[in-house]
């Protein structure tokens, strides 16, 4: 038992270590972008910033929220990750849960038609022929409906429905629920842990949409915060308004500063938001992981 236990404490400590480095590799990085936004932009370029703000100043995000295409695009990826999410939800809740019902008598080729398309994806050729024939390039439904459903979220949703009890979804059916009532009154309630992961899922993945926006808008009106975020990368100068009431202190900035406060506002409502879904997020995806 003390050779057992002795050699617990060890495995402990080395996790412990590990987790820490590994933690602290995927924080400092994030810490030194959130110190070079609030630092002058001398400093930036000088290498000084590390961790701390040096020369501290708000002028960066001055700019940013003095920006009109920087708040546009800010708008379009919020409507895009909002609306983008409720879609994938309905669609994929629509689909996995007839297929997990034993009485669906096709469900087994729908499964096996989504297990094909984790498989062999579309090239992006066609894909583009495709959106352009439906009309829907330059338009934001060419980010909402081509992912509409994702194959892997699917199996974990359809898993999560698999486990609940036939037997409430018969006393539903005896009671004379329809079978929206039923999926409205008592399978969404119970799903709420899956529906939680799987919407922080689709979530990010709108958030974070950028090569889909390349690809299929071309108009700047419509371009998402991400495209934006890389256009203000690419950029050796910055564009601001002479009429601008900042304009007078802003006009000798360097761009290194507002491209790291950019990076900010573009990561920091999805980190704000993740601590209050993270337990829903851990429930539903070990739920919804026991079976296949």
């Known amino acids: 038992m003390k050779k057992a236990s002795a050699s617990w404490q060890v495995f402990n400590a080395a996790n412990f270590i590990f987790l820490t480095l590994l933690g602290l590799a995927m924080f400092l990085p994030f810490l030194g972008v959130l110190a070079q936004s609030f630092s002058s932009s001398e400093a930036v370029i000088a290498g000084k910033v590390l961790f701390w703000p040096i020369d501290f100043t708000w002028i960066n995000y001055q700019y940013v929220f003095s920006d009109a295409s920087i708040w546009r695009s800010f708008g379009i990826t919020v409507y895009i990750t909002v609306v983008g999410t409720l879609i994938n939800l309905i669609a994929t809740a629509s689909l996995a849960y007839p297929v997990s019902r034993q009485e669906y008598v096709g469900r087994k080729l729908v499964v096996v038609m989504v297990l094909i398309t984790m498989v062999f994806s579309a090239p992006l050729v066609p894909n583009f022929i495709l959106m352009k024939s439906l009309g829907l390039t330059n338009t934001l439904w060419a980010l909402l409906l081509p992912g509409a459903i994702s194959a892997f979220n699917f199996f974990i949703m359809r898993s999560f429905f698999m486990q609940i009890p036939s037997e409430i979804i018969d006393s539903g059916r005896i009671d004379g629920c329809t079978e929206l009532r039923m999926i409205w009154s008592i399978v969404l309630p119970l799903s709420k842990p899956v529906m939680a992961s799987l919407g922080i899922f689709y979530a990010i993945g709108h958030w974070n949409t950028y090569m889909n926006a390349l690809y299929y808008i071309n108009n700047p009106a419509l371009r998402p915060l991400q495209v934006k975020l890389r256009q203000l990368i690419d950029a050796n100068e910055i564009n601001i308004d002479p009429s601008a009431s900042q304009f007078s202190s ?31 997020f851990v429930k539903g995806m070990m739920v919804g992981s026991v079976k296949s």
């Open 250 to 280: 802003l006009a000798h900035m360097d761009p290194e500063g507002i491209k790291m406060a950019t990076i900010i506002i573009a990561t920091l409502p999805i980190v704000l938001i993740y601590p209050f879904l993270q337990k829903h």
